[in-house]
């Protein structure tokens, strides 16, 4: 998903507006399920990119898929019809999660295994997490068969990778040497 300035600039609008509303929570739900649904749904991301399509009609079917969205939310779309620029509502929530962690020091912590991981092993990971960064921490499992065991812990910028195909590949670079 690409990030334009303009994505970001509404992004910004949006939060200052729930902010003044004390309703950023119930907004954020709002726009995880809005990513969730463009990305999940590839006929409702052509949909609301396609220049055939006119801004009512779009309005007329986020208001329908979106119903009980916030007012904030509602005045998004209503801002994007009349910009013409509903092909950027993907980006926009996503960029408003991102505010939204930032504001409230939440930090996603990207854990890559083999296998869905468990609540124990996930209790487990956050108090490690926990040592190491003091923010709030929210947990993403990505499940990759290809790192055959272990995981790959991504928090930021950092990356600590204990999987068995990053040992595989160490101890086939130490038998070439």
Not at 46 to 71: C, G, H, N, R
Not at 91 to 98: C, E, F, H, V
């Amino acid at each position: 998903m690409v990030m334009s300035r303009a994505a970001i600039r509404y992004a910004k609008a949006i939060l200052e507006t729930a902010v003044s509303s004390a309703n950023t929570v119930k907004v954020n739900d709002d726009m995880l399920s809005i990513v969730s649904s463009i990305t999940r749904s590839k006929e409702l991301s052509e949909f609301l990119s396609s220049p055939i399509v006119t801004s009512d009609i779009k309005m007329t079917a986020l208001s329908e898929v979106f119903a009980s969205v916030q007012a904030e939310t509602k005045s998004l779309f209503i801002l994007l019809k009349e910009n013409k620029r509903f092909e950027i509502l993907a980006p926009i929530a996503s960029q408003y999660n991102i505010l939204f962690d930032v504001m409230n020091n939440i930090e996603v912590a990207k854990v890559t295994t083999a296998f869905p991981i468990t609540p124990d092993i996930e209790s487990i990971v956050l108090a490690k997490i926990a040592t190491i960064s003091n923010k709030k921490i929210t947990l993403e499992n990505i499940v990759d068969p290809s790192i055959i065991g272990g995981f790959i812990l991504r928090i930021g910028d950092k990356q600590y990778n204990a999987s068995v195909a990053n040992r595989l590949q160490e101890l086939k670079r130490e038998f070439s040497n």
